[in-house]
């Protein structure tokens, strides 16, 4: 997959869509209207704006700290989806996912032409515990490819080669000379570039290396979380079928959204399990 369409350009809210543009994130701080120009008004209205940041900042903390105990509290989250548990509870209470449906997926399919990632209501890997693979199982088993090989002939600016990759595939082709005759190294990095489109793709055959495949192909297209969605799956915007996936789980959100409320409600208990994993490190995967 080209490199252009790469991680994080896109962002999700808490609320509302689970898509981004990197144009419309630009767009956050828009000039005031009505600006008071005396003194003692624009004191008065810094002061104003401080405490408005501060409480956003601290309102951000308290939902980052809710999705990392989310991610490791809710473990039948996946669960739950899998059996369609969403139905009922979008048949209780009025959600964006059926009431903007339509715009939800004109953005997703925004995707077709702009770079950005979605982020799924699946829980990414932990990192800190070996049980957490749920959501990315459950991604694979609905996950269907198209075969088009929109990732594979795309022009781009290249494809990284992760330790590893470059000698596999070497070994594939019988020589490292030839292999090299198809990348380019970037000195700055210290990593190997397969050049784009990707010479290995045929469009009759389709992937010629596909057993020996660059990491990055094989999980394609899982991309690393989203720096707002840090403990959920995010998937390339580009790739038709993760766009379909996309949409199809649009009314997943209602779960985690539902555990996350449950999770701010008890968030000042004393016997709140919070103090449990407040140490421990809450970095997530793939
Ligand atoms: S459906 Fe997605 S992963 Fe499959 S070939 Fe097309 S772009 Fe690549
Ligand atoms: S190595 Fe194979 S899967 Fe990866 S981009 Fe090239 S043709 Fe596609």
């Given at each position: 997959m080209?490199e252009?369409h790469s991680p994080g350009s896109g962002a999700a809210?808490?609320?509302?869509?689970?898509?981004?543009?990197?144009?419309?994130?630009?767009?956050?701080?828009?000039?005031?209207?009505?600006?008071?120009?005396?003194?003692?008004?624009?004191?008065?209205?810094?002061?104003?704006?401080?405490?408005?940041?501060?409480?956003?900042?601290?309102?951000?903390?308290?939902?980052?700290?809710?999705?990392?105990?989310?991610h490791?509290?809710?473990?039948?989250?996946?669960?739950?989806?899998?059996?369609?548990?969403?139905?009922?509870?979008?048949?209780?209470?009025?959600?964006?996912?059926?009431?903007?449906?339509?715009?939800?997926?004109?953005?997703?399919?925004?995707?077709?032409?702009?770079p950005f990632d979605i982020a799924l209501?699946l829980p990414a890997k932990d990192r800190?515990?070996?049980?957490?693979?749920?959501g990315i199982?459950?991604f694979?088993?609905?996950?269907?490819?198209?075969?088009?090989?929109?990732?594979?002939?795309?022009?781009?600016?290249?494809?990284m080669?992760e330790?590893?990759?470059?000698?596999?595939?070497?070994?594939?082709?019988?020589?490292?000379?030839?292999?090299?005759?198809?990348?380019?190294?970037?000195?700055?990095?210290?990593?190997?570039?397969?050049?784009?489109?990707?010479?290995?793709?045929?469009?009759?055959?389709?992937?010629?290396?596909?057993?020996?495949?660059?990491l990055t192909?094989t999980q394609y297209p899982l991309h690393p979380p989203l720096k707002e969605m840090p403990f959920h799956l995010a998937v390339d915007a580009?790739?038709?079928?993760a766009?379909?996936?996309?949409?199809?789980?649009?009314?997943?959100?209602?779960?985690?959204?539902?555990?996350?409320?449950?999770?701010?409600?008890?968030?000042?208990?004393?016997?709140?399990?919070?103090?449990?994993?407040?140490?421990?490190?809450?970095t997530a995967d793939l």
């Amino acid at each position: 997959m080209p490199e252009g369409h790469s991680p994080g350009s896109g962002a999700a809210k808490d609320q509302g869509p689970r898509v981004q543009s990197r144009k419309s994130l630009d767009q956050s701080g828009q000039g005031r209207k009505h600006q008071d120009r005396s003194g003692r008004g624009r004191k008065a209205q810094d002061q104003r704006g401080r405490e408005q940041r501060d409480q956003g900042k601290g309102d951000q903390d308290r939902i980052l700290q809710v999705k990392k105990l989310c991610h490791r509290l809710c473990p039948d989250c996946v669960g739950r989806k899998r059996r369609g548990e969403h139905r009922d509870l979008l048949s209780q209470r009025p959600h964006w996912s059926v009431l903007r449906r339509e715009e939800q997926h004109r953005q997703i399919d925004l995707g077709e032409r702009v770079p950005f990632d979605i982020a799924l209501p699946l829980p990414a890997k932990d990192r800190g515990f070996a049980d957490t693979a749920e959501g990315i199982e459950l991604f694979r088993e609905m996950f269907s490819c198209q075969r088009c090989g929109r990732c594979c002939f795309t022009p781009g600016a290249g494809l990284m080669l992760e330790k590893g990759d470059y000698e596999r595939i070497s070994r594939f082709l019988g020589s490292r000379k030839k292999l090299r005759a198809l990348c380019r190294y970037d000195r700055q990095e210290g990593v190997w570039i397969l050049k784009q489109p990707c010479p290995f793709y045929d469009r009759s055959m389709g992937c010629t290396i596909y057993p020996v495949r660059p990491l990055t192909c094989t999980q394609y297209p899982l991309h690393p979380p989203l720096k707002e969605m840090p403990f959920h799956l995010a998937v390339d915007a580009f790739c038709p079928a993760a766009r379909s996936l996309a949409k199809e789980t649009l009314g997943w959100w209602i779960i985690c959204e539902n555990n996350w409320a449950r999770l701010l409600q008890n968030m000042d208990s004393p016997r709140f399990p919070a103090r449990t994993y407040r140490d421990r490190e809450m970095t997530a995967d793939l």
